[in-house]
């Protein structure tokens, strides 16, 4: 016989195949108390598979199955847990709402009913100044990314942000800070001078 295993006598194999069409878990049970056994759901089930003892179910309706439901009314309009016309749930944030990322900028809602934020620095520069250039960004003076204040913004160019960066313009002293800036333009100014002169 295909797929037996030691472990079960030739009795409890055809009395397995005999009921194989019960549900794997009732089979197991009925199985273990006339037997005195202790076999598990998983083994009755692995065993039945192995040996193609299916259950006769698919899965599908049965062609002409009715429904138990059908010819019945059913209620499928709104109910009392139903969201009605114009509902904003309580977790929608209104216009104005702030809060802060993972990296310490600070967002804010723009627009009603949507889940829009922009970065409020760059607001506040832009409702001072206009927009802001492709190839500049707004950063902090004092390095506080949450100090949003028109005073402490300062729009540079994203190449003069990169050489502060190497620089590691945030961890030098204050007295010093203006001399390393003015050298980092210099430098930018010395470089595009270079690229003009190659290129004629």
Avoid at 62 to 67: E, G, S
Avoid at 162 to 179: G, V
Wanted: glycine share 6%; with cysteine; hydrophobic share 30%.
């Amino acid at each position: 016989m295909k797929g037996v295993e030691n472990e079960y006598t030739e009795e409890q194999l055809n009395w397995i195949k005999e009921n194989c069409k019960k549900p794997r878990k009732e089979l197991t049970q009925l199985l273990n108390k006339k037997f005195n056994t202790e076999f598990t759901q998983n083994a009755i089930a692995g065993l039945c598979q192995r040996n193609s003892w299916l259950t006769g179910r698919t899965g599908y309706f049965k062609k002409n199955h009715l429904p138990h439901n059908k010819g019945k009314k059913m209620d499928v309009g709104a109910n009392r847990t139903s969201f009605k016309k114009g509902h904003v749930p309580k977790n929608v944030k209104p216009v104005g709402f702030e809060r802060i990322d993972s990296e310490g900028y600070v967002y804010i809602k723009t627009e009603p009913g949507k889940n829009k934020f922009k970065l409020k620095h760059r607001l506040v520069y832009e409702s001072h100044y206009g927009p802001i250039p492709d190839d500049s960004i707004i950063t902090f003076k004092d390095g506080d990314k949450q100090n949003c204040a028109i005073e402490n913004l300062e729009c540079i160019k994203k190449t003069e942000n990169l050489k502060l960066n190497q620089y590691r313009y945030s961890e030098i002293a204050e007295p010093i800070k203006p001399s390393v800036k003015a050298l980092v333009k210099l430098e930018i100014t010395m470089n595009e001078i270079q690229k003009v002169n190659k290129s004629s």
